[in-house]
Antibody, heavy 125, light 107 residues
């Protein structure tokens, strides 16, 4: 069974770049027709979709973050990553990585079905 | 972006109750809607996709219905492990968006 695990600094200073990595185990990140997503959740609030990537390198980003976000994939390490630049306190949240499928029975994209446990990132000086 | 109105935001219920949560879209999304359950300190878990298809392993007391702009999640007989927060999510168009959440608490 596939498992996802986020890792990265738990504290980032304002104006700096938040960098997180999601390590995929239990299967190759390149196998199948999967996409790999980042989603975040400020404390006590709802979920915000950040973006996603296919192993082909094709990406989709949330326009509200697009100018600051980069998602990349490293198939040799079975990992994908998130970089969010120029962070402020508003970027403080639990960040989740997740996997979704792209199949005919979903009519294209399926919603994310495997999620990491999440990692808290605090933006503070 | 497609906006979603999820209601109610808080639902007080007892074990054994039938509960219903609504999600209304600002525009039609066909059946590209998912429902998630989230417990405190945990990642969301996918319950339903394509508006009404039960994810593997999810109990049959959960059901989803609707298409276009109006969707419903129903729990037919609430169990103790069902007290959690529920979110709808549209994956019809980017950016994918989530509802504000419905917390189901013990009455």
């Amino acid at each position: 069974q596939v498992q996802l695990q986020e890792s990265g600094p738990g504290l980032v200073k304002p104006s700096q770049t938040l960098s997180l990595t999601c390590t995929v185990s239990g299967g190759s990140i390149s196998s199948g027709s999967y996409y790999w997503s980042w989603i975040r959740q400020p404390a006590g609030k709802g979920l915000e979709w950040i973006g996603r990537i296919y192993t082909s390198g094709s990406t989709n980003y949330n326009p509200s973050l697009k100018s600051r976000v980069t998602i990349s994939v490293d198939t040799s390490k079975n990992q994908f990553s998130l970089k969010l630049s120029s962070v402020t306190a508003a970027d403080t949240a639990v960040y989740y990585c997740a996997r979704g499928d792209h199949t005919s029975y979903c009519g294209g994209d399926c919603p994310p079905d495997y999620w990491g446990q999440g990692t808290l990132v605090t933006v503070s000086s | 972006a497609i906006w979603m109105t999820q209601s109610p935001s808080l639902l007080s219920a007892s074990t054994g109750d039938r509960v219903t949560i609504s999600c209304r879209m600002s525009q039609g999304i066909s059946s590209y809607l998912a429902w998630y359950q989230q417990k405190p300190g945990k990642a969301p878990e996918l319950l339903i996709y394509a508006a009404s298809t039960l994810q593997s392993g999810v109990p049959s007391r959960f059901s989803g219905s609707g298409s276009g702009t109006d969707f419903t999640l129903t729990i037919s007989c609430l169990q103790s492990e069902d007290f959690a927060t529920y979110y709808c999510q549209q994956y019809y168009s980017f950016p994918w968006t989530f509802g504000q959440g419905t917390k189901v608490e013990i009455k």
